[in-house]
Every structure is written in structure tokens, then in C-alpha cells.
């Protein structure tokens, strides 16, 4: 295809539609905590076993299994057809789980009817991002593809950008306890989508086939079995091969660890006040973004291979120190030591007694406080203490024994560090745009049109799905092996990361096909 | 490096068991020590390390050192 006319229509259908599928999969673990109140509530095996199902099956075993289920649909029926049928199960699941009554209301069937809902979720992002990115490499001119594919690339960062700037704009205007209340704001979100996807729909139907596959489908030169085809044909069964380890493996991990981790590190491990460590994640993708098409065009220009290896490269190189400048800008106990050393003051900003207990024995009163500091280098942190008094009543000389292990969290920062922060989290967005701009476009070019969608789904959602998805769960497993070491966690992406980066050296070409069409 | 990769296949399988082995535990509350999150990852890496396995074979047979130029030759 040398044309570029209404190049940009498809572009913004395809993506929009991408978008918003990506928006219906984050909404729901953005709001995991208040999902797991309303529908998998503690103390109770069942629900949690079907919360656990929730999270691990969706991701994990339903994402590629969606891939193959819908990239075979996709190259039998055809791309429009199959991507527009993903966006209907997507959105539709996405609204029922806010239509859904809580545990409290319907019991067991509530949870039941969320994991249902969320399997469906999974089944359609597996088929997806296939049909949206060969619809539009197929439509776009050789020497421009890497750059055209690169708008699919933005949305699974721009849903994510979406999904967290809904859901705190919504927080942001009600209190926490009429957003968690059953019939509360966390529904929101969910009844969004239905507008959102009502529009996508109404601008896909309006689409055309795919030229390509239309060509095929009249030659009679579709295939019969896709997934024989793409799997069982030792000759593409390589290339898939090659695909996943030697690119989409690694790109899944940097991808994950520059947008998941490092939000979830922020507020948990860093210990940032929940709005400021959104924030910072917010501007970090807002700037990063654009460098996904800077990239998917600089691809056109010398290759895909070596941008994606770099960005693979940097990421394996740089994760420790960033994630150690985390840790270090906000390692409050040590400041708090510091200062004591040095004597220099505190400023408390507000003081409240949380609650006072009287404990075991009618002479002992535990006081638990929160208070909100000020330290000299204007770091703002909310320190929870209980202190115990004891022979308060006794009339003997009181003892007041003060909590050695303070919890430090909320902290905000002051600008200069908060912006100092937005660029490092801006540097892994940049890890991420690297490896991940050009990939449409190189998946693609590796495979022939009549199984293209199938053979270019499955290794990239096993890529992204389960070797990405599974960086929390293997940092948690590295943490509790090696407890010396806070960043230990990353030796998972990073190691990643790095065999990747070294099969794609060594096995991947550089050479951009210039004819997709066969 | 295929002959690596070879190797790291059921290197890979082994340290899962025994990841699931170690960390699977009834007064546990992560992630971790539920059976359900190893039994998904096992069922799911069981293939995937086979693949790995496979593609250090090819690697290794050389199949790598001349990729097709062209679709017509997959």
C-alpha cells in the first residue's frame, strides 16, 4: 500500500477502540481494593479463592488463550469482524461488573459473577491488540508502517493514563466513603464504558476490511487452520518462537516495571501519599508518550532490532539505581535519624489522636497518633505511633514507653524532588516507548498475512500478559527469599530483560520487509 | 547460547516446583503461599519453558543463522 489517504481514520478507529479496552482491564485493578470490599470480603476461603482466580486466571490463562481463540477467528472471518467482537465482550463485561450488587446483597454470586465477568475481560484483550495492530499495518505504506503501528502502541499507555485520571477525578470530587459505598463512585468508571465503547463500536462498523485480507478471502487464499498453520508448521512455529523470546519477552518486563511497579513501588514501598504518587506517574506517561511515535518512526528509518534491544538494555541497566533513588529521597527513618544527630527541628503541620485505648491492665493506655510532619528538606509525612503510658493510675511515677518502630506514610514531596521523581519514572516510560513502539510493526513484518493474526497474538500476549504480569508476583517471591536486599525484586525484570536483549542480538534481523502482503 | 537455553528450560520448571514447594503455606497471606496463583504459573510456564526449550534446540541445530527473507519461504 502506497497510499496514505484516510490513513489517519484508521489509525483513530483502530486505536480508539485499543484504548479503550485497555481502560475497561486497568479500571478493574486500579480499583481492586474496593472490588475486593464489595464483592471478595476477608475471612471467607471462597471468595478469596475466586478473588486469587480473578487476578492470576484473567491475566495469565485467559489473555493467550484469547489470542489464540481470536486471532484464528481473526484470520478466518477476517480482522474487522473479529476486533469489533472483542470491543462488544470487553465493554459489555466491563459495565455488568458495575451493575453487579455487592457481596452483602447476593452472596456468593456476586464473586462468582465478577470472576465471569473478568475471564471474559481477558479472553478479549488476547484478541484485540492483534486485530487493531494488523489492521493497520496492513493499510500502511512499508516505509511508514513502524510509525503508523506506533499509535496502537500508545494506547495500552494512554488507557492507563485514562483509567487513572477517571478514577481520580471521580475520587476527587466525593468523599472516600461515598466512593467506596456499594452503589458508590468505583461504579463509575465501569458505567463510562458504555458510552465509550457505544462510540468505538458505531465508528468500527463504519470500517472497511482489511485490504490485504480482503484480497486473500477473494484469491480463496485464507487459511483453513491457523492454528495448525502457526503452530504446527515447524518453519512459522520458529518464528513465533524467535518473536517471544527474543523480543516480546523482554519488552513485556520493561513495560510492566516502567508503568505497574513503579506506581505500585512508589505507594507502597516508597510510601508516597496515594494522590502525589499517581501524579507523578501521570506526568511521567504524559511526557513519555510522544516518544512512542518518535521511535515507531525512527524503526522505519534504521531498523526495529537495535531500538527495541536498547530500550531492553536501558532497563536492565538502570532499574536498580533508579529504583534505589526511590527508596533513598524517601527513606525518612534515616533522615529522622539524621536530624536527630544533627538536632536540627521538626515542624508539625497537625497532630491527631487517633484512638486511646485503655490495654490489658486498667493502669496502661495505648495512644495511637497520627502525625503530620514537616521535615527541614520540606518532605511532608504523616508518622503513625502508639504509645503506651503505663502506672498512670497507680500514683506511682508514670512510664510512658514510646512505639520503636514508628510507620512513616502519605509522604508528600516537595516540587523540586516530586519533578526530580517525574523524570526518572519519565526515563523507564522512555525504556518503555523503546521497546515497545516498534514491536507492532516488527511482529507483523515476521509473519505471513493469512496467519498473522494468530501467529503475532499468542507470543505477544505471553510476553506482555505472563512475563510482564507476573513482576509483582516474582519480586514478592525474591523479596521473601532474599530479605537483605529492599530492591531485590528487580533481578526478576532485569534478568529478563538482559536474555532477551541477548537472543535478539544474536538471532534477530534488522532488515525491514518492505512487502507485507504475502 | 541455544545449548544455554536448553539447559535453562528445566532449570526454569525445577525452580518453580520448588518455589511452590517452599512458599506454599496454610497461615500465609501473600500471594505466594496460595496453591491457586502456582498452579496457574505452573500450568502456564510448563509450556513456555518447553518452548524455550525447543527454541534452544533450534538455536543450537543453527535454524536461526539464515532467517527467511521472505513469507513465501515459512
Known sequence: MSETKGIGKIIFTSSLGTLIEWYDFYIFGMLAKTISIQFFPEGNETTALLSTLAIFAAGFLVRPFGALVFGRLGDLMGRKSTFLLTLVLMGGSTFLIGLIPSYASIGIFAPLLVLLLRLIQGLALGGEYGGAATYVAEYAPANRRGYFTSWIQTTATLGLFVSLGVIMLVKSNMSDAAFNAEWGGWRYPFWMSIVLVGVSIYIRLKMAESPLFSQLKKEGKTSTNPLKESFGKRSNFKMV????????????????????????????????????????????????????????????????????????????????????????????????????KTGSPFYVVSSTVVKADTISSANSIATTTKTCWMLPNNIQVVENR???????????????????????????????????????????????????GPIAAFLVELFPTKIRYTSMSLPYHIGNGVFGGLVPFIATLLSVSFTNDPLVGLWYPIGIALLSAIIGMLFLNNKIDTNVND | MGLVLMIAAPVIFYFLINGAIKNISATGTKDINKPIPWVVIISIFTPISVGLGIFGYYAFKGEYDQLPKSSEEI
Open chain 1, 386 to 436: 502508639t504509645d503506651t503510658l503505663t502506672n498512670y493510675k497507680m500514683g506511682l511515677s508514670a512510664v510512658l514507653k514510646k512505639d520503636s518502630k514508628p510507620i512513616f506514610n502519605g509522604k508528600i514531596l516537595p516540587n523540586d524532588l516530586k519533578w526530580k521523581f517525574v523524570f526518572l519514572v519519565w526515563c523507564m516510560i522512555i525504556f518503555v516507548t523503546m521497546a515497545y
Open chain 1, 241 to 340: 518462537l524467535l518473536a517471544l523470546f527474543g523480543a516480546v519477552m523482554g519488552q513485556g518486563v520493561i513495560w510492566y516495571t516502567g508503568q505497574f511497579y513503579a506506581q505500585s513501588f512508589l505507594e507502597n514501598t516508597a510510601k508516597l501519599d496515594f494522590m502525589q504518587s499517581r501524579e507523578i506517574l501521570l506526568w511521567g506517561i504524559a511526557l513519555g508518550t510522544p516518544f512512542f511515535l518518535v521511535f515507531g518512526a525512527l524503526s522505519d528509518k534504521i531498523g526495529r532490532k537495535w531500538i527495541m534491544i536498547l530500550g531492553m538494555l536501558l532497563g536492565a541497566i538502570c532499574y536498580r539505581p533508579i529504583f534505589s533513588t526511590f527508596l533513598k529521597d524517601t527513606n525518612i527513618e534515616q533522615m529522622t535519624s539524621d536530624i536527630h
